[in-house]
């Protein structure tokens, strides 16, 4: 990729039990984003960029998504899997599952599985349109009915399912839980989340931009990812029509233009080979 180019890549949604995943920047295996127009036009990101570090999804939950947790850094060498650490924007109203009761213990969750009592130690909240999340690896978490949600993650599927609300799949079976790895992944010591507009971790910075005219943003150190959650705008020219996503390589400055809310994600990278 050249300095400063922007990239718009093809549709490319996974159906789910629960509803849809749109997977917008992936390098991933499992869904790698395909480049749409341009001379790179076919090409796949994991092409153009081995180890992309960053996963960002727009996640469309038609019915609540399992109670789950992602391995860390740490733990992933006790339950394998890539480690995931994510964000969540809200894009609606919404409600989430994110922490435990204070005081959890395994025995407790293990009872409230076996049981079918597992809300009962879930933290809901009553999410709001633009307030954003951090979920860490190691916090149990769970979408619920109806949320439409920005997710920027590391580039992972790896997804220890805790419990289920005691749904069935396709074939009128549950659906396998990973309980041992899930109690092995928790981490215990993460807090409650609380809202938040903006994130800066070890993997990523995000940020949500109001835009009314024009605005430079310094890109000369790291990729970006831009996203229209509200109408549409243009980078350096190039057309982001609302609800969709480009990626900016580093090297240049780049031009916002437009009348947007613009959700902007930035990483230092280096690239694993």
Not at 3 to 22: M, T
Not at 205 to 210: L, P, T
Not at 258 to 265: A, D, E, M, Q, R
Request: proline share 6%; glycine share 10%.
């Amino acid at each position: 990729m050249k300095q400063g180019e922007i990239l718009k890549f093809r549709e490319n949604v996974h159906p789910a039990l629960w509803g849809l995943e749109s997977w917008e920047i992936s390098a991933h295996p499992s869904g790698p984003s395909i480049v749409d127009g341009g001379v790179l036009a076919g090409h796949t990101l994991a092409e153009l960029e081995p180890g992309f570090p960053l996963l960002v999804k727009v996640i469309d939950a038609k019915e609540r998504l399992s109670v789950q947790v992602h391995p860390n850094e740490e733990t992933m060498h006790q339950t394998g899997g890539e480690p995931k650490t994510e964000m969540w924007a809200m894009l609606e109203d919404g409600v989430i599952y994110a922490g435990l009761q204070p005081g959890s213990s395994p025995d407790d969750i293990a009872a409230a599985v076996r049981s079918g009592s597992f809300e009962d130690l879930l933290v809901r909240h009553e999410a709001k349109k633009g307030e954003v999340f951090f979920i860490p690896g190691g916090l149990v978490h769970a979408i619920g009915a109806g949320a439409l949600i920005y997710e920027v993650q590391q580039s992972s599927n790896t997804t220890f399912r805790l419990y289920d609300w005691n749904r069935v799949g396709k074939d009128g079976s549950p659906r396998e839980l990973h309980i041992e790895k899930s109690l092995k992944a928790i981490d215990y010591s993460l807090p409650v989340p609380v809202p938040m507009t903006d994130i800066k971790c070890q993997f990523f910075d995000f940020c949500q931009m109001r835009l009314n005219g024009d605005v430079e943003l310094n890109a000369t150190d790291g990729y970006t990812v831009l996203f229209a959650a509200e109408g549409s705008f243009s980078a350096n020219g190039v057309e982001i029509p609302r609800r969709t996503s480009a990626l900016v390589a580093p090297g240049a400055p780049i031009l916002l233009h437009g009348c947007s809310l613009v959700f902007i994600t930035r990483k230092k990278l280096q690239i694993r080979t």
